[in-house]
């Protein structure tokens, strides 16, 4: 499901791009070094998380087929390097984060059915949930939650692409829409205790994620 989310994601990128004068190969690399250090700091993260259990089971490190993806750190690891290479290619930064914006969450909603098929990600059990195999129980499909308030995201970003705005400004409605789709879900998935008030380590990260997204709109309004 990665491996079709970046392919479609990269072609509809490159597709967008073009009205700019942005070559398709541009795109691709751009898109690769996004990915590649995307999900090694989504891997990393996750392990620093759950290090109790990784240090007792080294070989799971490198297990992804097992699930283990955190969506803060890849988005960390994928802003880094995408951003270094728009810097390093000389390439108009604030664009190219309103072009990446929607297809970030295209992809994301994408890749969240193959955690669905997979079984991680999971949520609370639940009666009238779907019945999962690897946890014996019926739980709520929070994963679908996941895929469904990504997809909404996708279009909203898309819509707001075609009405005036300043640059930058698509790519701080991601940081909302993310942040506020993660932070709600949380509350019904069950691979996460709360740390503070009731609220999980991810739900703090939102927030924090939704801050972001504060700062960024003060700065690109100056």
């Not at 989504?42 to 490198?62: C, D, P, Q, V």
């Not at 990504?150 to 930058?168: C, E, N, S």
Request: glycine share 10%; aromatic share 16%; with cysteine.
């Amino acid at each position: 499901m990665i491996a079709l989310a970046v392919i479609l994601c990269a072609w509809l990128l490159s597709r967008d791009a073009k009205v700019y004068k942005i070559p398709a190969d541009t795109i691709y690399d751009l898109m690769f070094w996004t990915v590649a250090w995307g999900i090694l700091g989504a891997r990393i993260f996750y392990i620093g998380l759950t290090w109790n259990y990784f240090s007792k089971n080294l070989l799971e490190m490198i297990m992804l087929q097992h699930g283990g993806l955190a969506w803060q750190g890849g988005f960390i690891g994928g802003a880094l390097a995408g951003t270094w290479f728009v810097i390093n290619k000389k390439l108009p930064l604030r664009l190219l984060l309103d072009l990446v914006a929607p297809y970030i969450a295209l992809g994301q909603s994408i890749g969240r059915v193959g955690c669905f098929f997979n079984g991680c990600c999971y949520g609370k059990p639940v009666s009238w949930g779907i019945y999962f195999p690897v946890h014996e129980a019926r739980l709520h499909p929070t994963q679908l939650y996941e895929t469904g308030g990504l997809l909404v995201a996708f279009f909203i970003l898309k819509y707001a692409q075609t009405k005036p705005h300043r640059l930058g400004m698509i790519f701080v409605l991601y940081l909302w829409l993310g942040a506020i789709e993660r932070f709600t879900v949380e509350f019904f998935r069950a691979d996460h205790d709360g740390v503070w008030l009731g609220l999980s380590l991810f739900q703090y990260i939102s927030l924090a994620i939704f801050a972001v997204g504060l700062v960024l709109l003060r700065r690109f309004r100056q």
